[in-house]
């Protein structure tokens, strides 16, 4: 983990909604799929706070080293950053938080993205595409617009693999993701339910749809949560959420426990 | 004539305590203190000051917990902590191992919870000094209660300087009239520093979904936005006490850092600065050394106070 | 079911009046509203208030009187006016020309001098209102020292109410530690509205001069770092009293707004915004007409003090 | 005077020191030599405030009108007017102020520019240059780097009118504007002397320099004073200088009754 004066190498909108930065470092990064960074690019003290960003992508070729971020405007950091250009200097701190656990052998993995949230998945997906099995990606959006450009799509070539779901039935499968899941529930055994994962990213609500849909069919779920951060490693205790410690109830921070987290112990 | 020697960072605080330089971490920003050992060497920091501490674990306020406002933030933790037994058995000793100077800050709902925390820092030997928090906006009982009047002040610092044997700081609150007055009200009741300023006590709502931003529906307001509120504090208080004085509020580098000295105070506190640059405390060191160094001021001490109304 | 109606933007303050929109301009940030004139008509604001007004011309503090800060900035303007008797004689006339609604913010050093001022402007038949500085923190005498305590207010509002008949507001100060019991204590005594807040108290210093920049040497911290400190105080005081409160802290634009709107303020004031854009207010007027009819809601009192607590 | 939306046409470093922006308008600009505008192109809240820079040049052709200001960075908000690239938005308030009043007739004009003070004077050159007798100029830098790019000097081609003067002698008369001032008058009689009017800005430092010696000289002044502005258009009060006022002193504001003041006036 370090904090690290960065380089844009290139800041370009893609599709209708999200852009994609390059960031040069000074060293290479190593990461687990679902970690982040924070990330800031603005002079002044409004806005104050760096903005966190699942981690793309990390390169490093010929002694030159980045790492890439995928990110939606939503608010008034994501509006400055998508206005900056290459050259202009960026602050990243990374990386951080816990990622998603990719150890079990002989799973089958259901990568699961809601809106921006294939951007945390994706690099899930690079991992996982290496072994036999692979994984199944299922991406949601409202409309084919707010679906990630076809050639960023992790085994997007493979049918059958990439369930595409619009709210709107403006592309693929007319639903959400947690729709798409169910059906594809359908006809499985409790055996092979029970051999799958799903790794999510996405807005609350999906993500409680689908630890529900999880819990009642014996299907493992690791989420990636979302909070507001101040900090990002751990130290101003902002960014907790609730989640099940035996009995009880423990605030465990975002950033640092999570953001990736047992979705069956959310307290959703 | 000083000519490029290395100036004298260290400074004096209350009850015999001198440290390697007057540059601090804020409590509830640099969370145990060894979360910051990825980005820098803790040693070098003058002290640092672990989150709040209370006699048990405190869950915490649920969520939302922080906003962001115009160049400052909101936070209502409410003062979720490991509690001390677990600080004093876990943590102490990695401090210790890291080299670090650290105090510790504490917290109670009631005199006797602040009692019962501070003789058990006090046992602590490695411990620096021990800073009450009488300030916290952001729990119900305790905190506020205490700090909102000289005559709440002297009571709670009487009993706890009691306990103590330690350097022990008073930290105060913004949130006053005239905290020159409670400031005066700790020095006389035993205080060896006064610490200012905690939070301002602020509020969000979201005009669409008609709610507050935060659950505890108001928070504390810390960031460069109050550091003009603080710096006037501390320029206050420092006319107002004998005993030193740790100014905080806003402090983003070392001229903010520089301009606390100036007025009077004898170290300063970096607080949310440490979430926008992990590495801004260790830099304030940096900085202030090359500006003593610059203007050829041999000491922190030589610079502190100087402040030339005419 | 509202459709596409114009919202009722009219809000009834103390005292018999009801004004426009509830849309006001902070005194010492919009002249003697005139100056606003090549900017907008200025008869859509729901109210101006001019710069403070004494018994007799005020020359102020000499220069610097200004400091921009993180999201902020600091005034010592010392009072500067042209004196009630030119603003009669010359402003009022051209306010009325232009169908202005307008209120006076007067000062004084002592009672009397409150007293007077607020006879004089009483002759003035399309005056709305009359606002009662009791916290300008950048003057020696009057101002905040009746500002700052319960007792305090009770005794120049109640001298000052015994005046006039105008409907009479009463400015707040922040820097109290309970500014619910001050505003109690202002409807206690007779005031038809209370406004809030007046600047924070601040400071800023230049660390290589080692000299205050503003020659006061403390200054007013106003704009968009106070308002979580703003909108908090207008909550507390709504809870507290039963007459109007007008609100007012670091309001940039139509969403600020309606946020002091929902915890409960009946009108609301721009201030710092005036400066970095001049069309601020009547973009406010604007963007608070269109927010009610995108969400369906049919006037300003039904928006006003909505906050959902659970 | 209007608030206005503009878009930058063109932010150019020139030379060491100097940047020079041009905005385009939706409406076109009159405006007096020395009058000046706010300007802000930043996000946020932080820097609040716009920024005071004298109103270089407008133009308008086909029904396009645009603006120019010519600035140095000095700190923050100029710093981040030297980052903004064409196309981004800015928002300025103008024309601002009380400009140089040249409306003598049979005078000589001696127009001084300390550092990026040439920015307030060119343009009166600009309006006296198409006068009999015309202006001499008279441009002082610390070194020659901070001397205004010689094609940027009206009248520039003129040998004889123009004075450059530089504190270290890097260029032009060795010493500062006040020296030159000093040289200039050397051996003119009093009825010369009396037909002189300077128009100023500089450092304040130099600004009263002059005056001293225009004031021992029997030589009018006009001094275009700076200060903090909040406003710019006269609401705040913030700006004020101390400006005689018969036998009392009176605090004048910057933006409205000046920046253009009578040297003579102004307590020093
Ligand atoms: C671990 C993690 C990974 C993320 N990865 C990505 C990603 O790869 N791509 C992407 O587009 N977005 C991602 N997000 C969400 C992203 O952080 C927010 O969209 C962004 O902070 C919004 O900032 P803003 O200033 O534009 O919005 P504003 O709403 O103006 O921000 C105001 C404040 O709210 C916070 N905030 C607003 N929305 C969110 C949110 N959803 N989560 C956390 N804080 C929020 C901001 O950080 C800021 O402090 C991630 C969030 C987290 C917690
Ligand atoms: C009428 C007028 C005309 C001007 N014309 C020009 C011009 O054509 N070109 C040019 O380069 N500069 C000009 N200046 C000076 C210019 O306004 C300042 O250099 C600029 O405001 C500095 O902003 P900053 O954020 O970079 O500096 P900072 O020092 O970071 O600014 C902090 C604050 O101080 C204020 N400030 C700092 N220096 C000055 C100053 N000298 N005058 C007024 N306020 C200041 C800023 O406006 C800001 O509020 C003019 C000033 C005035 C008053
Ligand atoms: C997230 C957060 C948590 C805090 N927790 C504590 C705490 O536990 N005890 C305490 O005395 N102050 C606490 N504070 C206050 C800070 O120590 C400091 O007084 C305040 O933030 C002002 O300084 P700053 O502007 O540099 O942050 C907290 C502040 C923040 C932002
Ligand atoms: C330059 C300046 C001058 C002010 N003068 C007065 C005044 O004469 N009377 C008064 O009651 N308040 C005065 N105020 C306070 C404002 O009216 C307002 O209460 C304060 O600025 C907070 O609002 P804002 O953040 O929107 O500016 C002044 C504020 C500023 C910035
Ligand atoms: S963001 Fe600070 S603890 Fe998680
Ligand atoms: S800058 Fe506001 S009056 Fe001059």
Redesign the interface.
């Known amino acids: 983990?370090?904090?690290r004066h960065g380089t844009i190498v290139r800041n370009e909108g893609h599709g209708t909604i999200f852009y994609r930065m390059e960031v040069a470092l000074p060293e290479p990064v190593q990461f687990v799929p679902g970690q982040f960074a924070m990330l800031?690019g603005?002079?002044?003290?409004?806005?104050?706070?760096?903005r966190p960003f699942a981690i793309y992508r990390a390169a490093s070729a010929g002694g030159r080293h980045s790492v890439e971020f995928v990110y939606k405007v939503v608010g008034?950091g994501t509006?400055?950053l998508s206005?900056l250009?290459g050259g202009d200097p960026v602050?990243v701190?990374l990386p951080l938080g816990r990622g998603f656990d990719l150890s079990g052998e002989g799973r089958t993995w259901w990568l699961v993205g809601g809106g921006v949230g294939f951007s945390t998945v994706f690099p899930a997906a690079d991992s996982l595409g290496h072994r036999k099995g692979g994984f199944e990606l299922f991406l949601g959006g409202r409309t084919r617009d707010q679906l990630p450009p076809k050639d960023w799509t992790p085994g997007g070539h493979t049918a059958g693999r990439l369930h595409l779901c619009t709210d709107d039935g403006t592309a693929g499968f007319h639903g959400t993701v947690v729709d798409a899941i169910r059906e594809r529930m359908k006809g499985m055994g409790v055996s092979d339910l029970a051999r799958v994962t799903i790794l999510a990213c996405g807005p609350r609500p999906m993500l409680k749809g689908l630890a529900e849909l999880a819990a009642g069919a014996g299907v493992a779920m690791q989420a990636s949560l979302e909070?507001?951060?101040?900090?990002?490693?751990?130290?101003?205790?902002?960014?907790?959420?609730?989640i099940r410690d035996g009995e009880a109830t423990?605030?465990r921070r975002v950033c640092k426990e999570g953001p990736v987290f047992n979705a069956m112990e959310v307290v959703w | 004539m000083v000519r490029d020697m290395t100036p004298d960072l260290s400074v004096t605080l209350g009850g015999g305590l001198t440290i390697k330089n007057p540059v601090m971490t804020a409590s509830?920003?640099?969370?145990y203190g060894l979360?910051?050992a990825?980005?820098y060497d803790i040693s070098r920091l003058g002290c640092l000051i672990v989150?709040g501490l209370s006699r048990e674990p405190v869950?915490?306020n649920?969520?939302?917990?922080?906003?962001?406002t115009?160049?400052?933030?909101l936070?209502a933790?409410g003062l979720?902590n490991i509690g001390v037994e677990r600080f004093v058995r876990d943590v102490v000793p990695r401090l210790e191992d890291a080299g670090a100077t650290f105090a510790a800050n504490i917290y109670g709902k009631t005199p006797e919870d602040y009692e019962a925390v501070a003789e058990r820092v006090s046992e602590v030997s490695s411990l620096a000094a021990i800073e009450v928090n009488a300030s916290c906006p952001n729990v119900k009982e305790g905190g506020i209660a205490f700090g909102s009047s000289p005559d709440g002040i002297a009571r709670l610092v009487e009993r706890v300087r009691r306990k103590t044997g330690k350097p022990l700081w008073v930290k105060l609150s913004p949130n006053v009239t005239d905290v020159g007055s409670i400031a005066k009200a700790a020095e006389d009741a035993g205080a060896d520093a006064v610490t200012l300023i905690n939070t301002l006590i602020g509020m969000a709502v979201d005009h669409r979904t008609r709610r507050p931003v935060l659950a505890n529906v108001t928070g504390g307001l810390s960031?460069?936005?109050i550091k003009p509120v603080a710096l006037r504090m501390v320029w206050d208080v420092c006319r107002k006490v004998k005993i030193p004085v740790i100014g905080i509020g806003g402090i983003?580098n070392a001229e903010d850092a520089l301009q606390f000295l100036l007025v009077g105070a004898s170290a300063v506190q970096i607080g949310?600065a440490?979430?926008?640059?992990?590495?801004a405390a260790v830099e304030v060191v940096e900085g202030i050394e090359s500006f003593l160094r610059e203007e050829k001021i041999a000491s922190v001490a030589d610079y502190r106070g100087t402040l030339r109304l005419s």
Chains 1, 4 share one sequence.
């Not at chain 1, 603005?42 to 760096?50: A, E, K, R, Y």
């Not at chain 2, 649920?62 to 962001?68: G, K």
Request: hydrophobic letters at 40%.
């Open positions: 983990m370090g904090f800031s603005w002079p002044g003290n409004d806005p104050l706070l760096p008034r509006a400055l206005g250009h602050s701190t909070n507001h951060m101040a900090c990002g490693f751990g130290v101003c205790w902002g960014c907790v959420a609730a423990a605030y | 509830g920003t640099f969370g979360e910051f990825p980005f989150k869950l915490g649920p969520p939302q917990r922080i906003f962001e115009a160049s400052g933030m936070n933790i979720q960031g460069p936005a983003m949310t440490n979430f926008s640059n992990p590495r």
